[in-house]
Protein backbone atom coordinates (compact mmCIF):
# COMPACT_ATOMS: atom_id res chain seq x y z
CA UNK A 1 0.00 0.00 0.00
CA UNK A 2 1.54 3.56 -0.99
CA UNK A 3 1.76 6.03 1.94
CA UNK A 4 2.70 8.85 3.02
CA UNK A 5 3.20 10.84 6.28
CA UNK A 6 3.98 14.25 6.56
CA UNK A 7 5.09 15.53 10.02
CA UNK A 8 7.56 18.81 11.79
CA UNK A 9 4.81 21.55 10.97
CA UNK A 10 3.75 23.84 13.79
CA UNK A 11 3.86 27.31 15.03
CA UNK A 12 6.96 29.31 13.90
CA UNK A 13 7.57 33.39 13.98
CA UNK A 14 8.67 35.39 10.89
CA UNK A 15 12.00 34.97 9.62
CA UNK A 16 12.39 31.38 11.49
CA UNK A 17 12.91 28.33 10.31
CA UNK A 18 11.55 24.57 10.23
CA UNK A 19 12.42 21.67 8.54
CA UNK A 20 9.13 19.09 7.55
CA UNK A 21 9.79 15.05 6.86
CA UNK A 22 7.81 12.86 4.95
CA UNK A 23 8.04 8.86 5.43
CA UNK A 24 7.00 7.36 2.65
CA UNK A 25 6.20 3.60 1.76
CA UNK A 26 8.55 1.74 -0.61
CA UNK A 27 5.63 1.73 -3.42
CA UNK A 28 5.04 5.49 -2.84
CA UNK A 29 9.27 6.19 -2.84
CA UNK A 30 10.76 3.86 -4.51
CA UNK A 31 11.77 5.76 -8.27
CA UNK A 32 9.69 8.43 -7.94
CA UNK A 33 9.71 12.01 -8.01
CA UNK A 34 9.41 13.59 -4.68
CA UNK A 35 7.66 16.95 -4.22
CA UNK A 36 6.23 19.50 -1.51
CA UNK A 37 2.80 21.42 -2.17
CA UNK A 38 1.37 23.64 0.20
CA UNK A 39 -2.40 25.02 0.17
CA UNK A 40 -3.31 27.66 2.10
CA UNK A 41 -7.41 28.64 3.17
CA UNK A 42 -9.40 29.86 0.03
CA UNK A 43 -6.53 28.91 -2.15
CA UNK A 44 -5.84 26.70 -4.52
CA UNK A 45 -2.92 23.70 -4.27
CA UNK A 46 0.27 25.33 -5.39
CA UNK A 47 3.92 23.49 -5.88
CA UNK A 48 6.54 24.35 -3.51
CA UNK A 49 9.45 22.20 -4.50
CA UNK A 50 10.25 18.84 -6.16
CA UNK A 51 13.56 16.42 -6.05
CA UNK A 52 14.08 13.77 -8.75
CA UNK A 53 14.62 9.89 -7.75
CA UNK A 54 18.59 10.45 -7.22
CA UNK A 55 18.48 13.60 -5.63
CA UNK A 56 20.74 15.13 -8.91
CA UNK A 57 17.83 17.67 -9.54
CA UNK A 58 15.44 19.82 -7.88
CA UNK A 59 13.04 22.36 -8.38
CA UNK A 60 11.43 25.37 -6.62
CA UNK A 61 8.80 27.68 -7.19
CA UNK A 62 9.94 31.35 -7.25
CA UNK A 63 8.06 32.56 -3.71
CA UNK A 64 10.44 30.14 -1.84
CA UNK A 65 13.66 29.63 -4.29
CA UNK A 66 16.63 30.52 -2.09
CA UNK A 67 14.34 30.32 1.13
CA UNK A 68 13.41 26.24 0.92
CA UNK A 69 15.53 23.82 0.42
CA UNK A 70 14.27 20.07 -0.81
CA UNK A 71 16.14 16.72 0.17
CA UNK A 72 15.72 13.12 0.22
CA UNK A 73 17.49 10.17 2.13
CA UNK A 74 16.72 6.94 -0.16
CA UNK A 75 18.11 4.62 2.74
CA UNK A 76 15.11 5.79 4.81
CA UNK A 77 12.02 6.59 2.20
CA UNK A 78 12.31 9.98 3.38
CA UNK A 79 12.18 13.18 1.63
CA UNK A 80 12.86 16.96 4.23
CA UNK A 81 11.75 20.15 3.31
CA UNK A 82 14.22 22.91 5.03
CA UNK A 83 12.51 26.51 5.67
CA UNK A 84 14.39 29.44 6.93
CA UNK A 85 13.02 32.77 6.63
CA UNK A 86 9.24 31.76 6.80
CA UNK A 87 6.32 34.54 6.12
CA UNK A 88 3.29 34.98 6.77
CA UNK A 89 2.55 34.41 3.45
CA UNK A 90 4.21 30.81 3.82
CA UNK A 91 1.47 29.74 5.82
CA UNK A 92 -0.04 26.72 4.70
CA UNK A 93 -0.96 23.35 4.66
CA UNK A 94 2.10 21.54 3.71
CA UNK A 95 1.73 18.18 1.73
CA UNK A 96 3.89 15.41 0.61
CA UNK A 97 3.49 14.09 -3.09
CA UNK A 98 5.07 11.36 -5.08
CA UNK A 99 5.02 11.07 -9.02
CA UNK A 100 6.41 8.86 -11.37
CA UNK A 101 7.59 11.55 -14.04
CA UNK A 102 10.24 14.37 -13.32
CA UNK A 103 9.59 16.26 -16.60
CA UNK A 104 6.51 18.01 -15.33
CA UNK A 105 7.43 17.94 -11.61
CA UNK A 106 5.47 21.15 -10.86
CA UNK A 107 2.28 19.87 -12.09
CA UNK A 108 0.17 19.08 -9.33
CA UNK A 109 -1.62 16.32 -11.87
CA UNK A 110 1.79 14.37 -12.40
CA UNK A 111 1.06 13.00 -8.37
CA UNK A 112 -0.50 10.01 -7.82
CA UNK A 113 0.20 9.63 -3.93
CA UNK A 114 -0.44 12.21 -1.44
CA UNK A 115 0.27 12.60 2.51
CA UNK A 116 -2.37 13.75 4.81
CA UNK A 117 -0.35 17.40 4.72
CA UNK A 118 0.88 19.19 8.14
CA UNK A 119 0.22 22.32 9.15
CA UNK A 120 3.08 25.36 9.10
CA UNK A 121 1.78 28.40 10.63
CA UNK A 122 4.02 31.79 10.57
CA UNK A 123 2.99 34.29 13.40
CA UNK A 124 4.26 36.26 15.53
Known amino acids: QAQLVESGGGLVQPGGSMRLSCAAS????????MGWFRQAPGKEREFVAA????????RYADSVKDRFTITRDNTQNRVFLQTHSLKPEDTAVYYC?????????????????WGQGTQVTVSS
Open 51 to 58: ISWRGVST
Open 26 to 33: ERAFTLRT
Open 97 to 113: GASTTWSNAGDIGEYTY
